[in-house]
T-cell receptor, first 117, second 115 residues
Framework: DTEVTQTPKHLVMGMTNKKSLKCEQHMGHRAMYWYKQKAKKPPELMFVYSYEKLSINESVPSRFSPECPNSSLLNLHLHALQPEDSALYLC????????????????FGPGTRLTVL | AQSVAQPEDQVNVAEGNPLTVKCTYSVSGNPYLFWYVQYPNRGLQFLLKYITGDNLVKGSYGFEAEFNKSQTSFHLKKPSALVSDSALYFCAVRDKDTGRRALTFGSGTRLQVQP
């Protein structure tokens, strides 16, 4: 099973709202990712967690706050977003071998379509 | 730094004809190379990857790709296109020598298969 699930599928929020995106996988993957994708563009990396610790933050504004509460869950907390933050937010996960080196495939969830009004 | 180029925004092919979607890459070390497909309003689906070994890699749905180190290319191919192959295709690379655990994607190529 190579399933990554994301909730909600769609989210509409105002600029003053606080909301969260959720990602879950039960493949035993210890690397988890958030990407942002605008229409007809490639995914852009936002955050990487390795063994539940934040390992990469691609200079993402602080209105996006990631959290990895355990090895199966990844959240993205949203606060005071701007209309230009409207996009498809993709979660992905990947296995890590014991030395922590990347060897395998990233599996993506279906995404959350976010609209900021 | 690692980068990927997909020189064609769109590829048009008739159903039943062979298709090729081009990808070239640049890494400082040795590459891991991937192809993903994205259908409208969906996430990315893994098609195939090159890690090491045989330069011709076979993947899902009849797709294959050839790794060419001298030309730094990893073109996606299929002998006979289907209308259902119409989608957005992304090539991606990860430099295995840096340990950076993230993919760099190309700009994407839209494949349109006409009946």
């Amino acid at each position: 099973d190579t399933e990554v699930t994301q909730t909600p599928k769609h989210l509409v929020m105002g600029m003053t709202n606080k909301k969260s995106l959720k990602c879950e996988q039960h493949m035993g993957h210890r690397a988890m990712y958030w990407y942002k994708q605008k229409a007809k563009k490639p995914p852009e990396l936002m955050f990487v967690y390795s063994y539940e610790k934040l390992s990469i933050n691609e200079s993402v504004p602080s209105r996006f706050s990631p959290e990895c509460p355990n090895s199966s869950l990844l959240n993205l907390h949203l606060h005071a977003l701007q209309p230009e933050d409207s996009a498809l937010y993709l979660c992905a996960s990947m296995t890590l071998i014991s030395t922590g080196a990347p060897t395998d495939t990233q599996y993506f969830g279906p995404g959350t379509r976010l609209t900021v009004l | 730094a690692q980068s990927v180029a997909q020189p064609e925004d769109q590829v048009n092919v008739a159903e039943g004809n062979p298709l090729t979607v081009k990808c070239t890459y640049s890494v400082s070390g040795n590459p891991y190379l991937f192809w993903y497909v994205q259908y409208p309003n969906r996430g990315l689906q893994f098609l195939l990857k090159y890690i090491t070994g045989d330069n011709l890699v076979k993947g899902s749905y009849g797709f294959e790709a050839e790794f060419n180190k001298s030309q730094t290319s990893f073109h996606l191919k299929k002998p006979s296109a289907l209308v259902s192959d119409s989608a957005l295709y992304f090539c991606a690379v990860r430099d295995k020598d840096t340990g950076r655990r993230a993919l760099t994607f190309g700009s994407g190529t839209r494949l349109q298969v006409q009946p």
